[in-house]
């Protein structure tokens, strides 16, 4: 069963329009998220995080939204650069179970942005 | 500021063998967490070490085991290898357990 679902398998947009991925989750016991990029070759890199507090994170051209009652998250890229071509990964935790605040990730949404 | 570093980059080993995939922490970071990520999957949690002590445990079976050094570097070993076990393993260490995790390049792992 994915706790953590990424529904796009890829997403096409063009240079200098927005991007939009979405997450969506089904464990309520998750209250903190991150999106992860990863280029082919390379491990995954930390993008922006949100905590289930906030509704909205927000990073230079990357902001994250929450929405806790829909269980959902999603992330914008305004503008959309070439560069940002590569596989996004949202990911949850739950920080609070005295556990190993493990990550659980969605499978991934590839994107590309055409010049 | 040097970030995770894991070793070797590809390895491809026999069913039946052992693997010993390593992996140097963050300066300054005492948390290490080890992931799979199988071909078209998101990656998957095997367990994080916390000071040198295993600090939780996704669903693998025991042959999968770490280790963690007192400079915090970290060791994931695999016994009796699958053809399943063919993967990208990432180790992601953190300052501490429930903030950001920054991870390695990872290791190819083959298995044939």
């Known amino acids: 069963d994915q706790q953590v679902k990424q529904n796009s398998p890829s997403l096409s947009v063009q240079e200098g329009r927005i991007s939009i991925l979405n997450c969506d989750y089904t464990n309520s016991m998750f209250d903190y998220f991150l999106w992860y990029k990863k280029y082919p070759a390379e491990g995954p890199t930390f993008l922006i995080s949100?905590?289930?507090?906030?509704d909205k994170n927000e990073d230079g051209r990357f902001t994250v939204f929450l929405n806790k009652s829909a269980k959902h998250l999603s992330l914008h890229i305004v503008p959309s650069q070439p560069g940002d071509s590569a596989v996004y990964f949202c990911a949850a935790s739950a920080t609070g179970q005295g556990g190993s605040e493990k990550l659980v990730f969605g499978k991934g949404t590839k994107l590309t942005v055409n010049p | 500021e040097t970030g995770v570093t894991q070793s070797p980059t590809h390895l491809i080993k026999t069913r039946g063998q052992q693997v010993t995939l390593r992996c140097s922490s963050q300066s300054g970071h005492n948390t290490v967490s080890w992931y799979q990520q199988a071909l078209g999957q998101g990656p998957q949690f095997i367990f994080q070490y916390y000071r040198e002590e295993e600090n939780g445990r996704g669903n693998f079976p025991p042959r999968f085991s770490g280790l963690q050094f007192p400079n915090y570097s970290s060791e994931l070993n695999v016994n009796a290898l699958e053809l399943d076990d063919s993967a990208l393993y990432l180790c992601?260490?953190?300052?501490?357990?429930?903030?950001?995790?920054?991870f390695g390049q990872g290791t190819r792992l083959t298995v044939v």
């Open positions: 949100i905590s289930s507090i906030k």
């Open positions: 992601a260490s953190s300052s501490q357990t429930g903030t950001e995790a920054f």
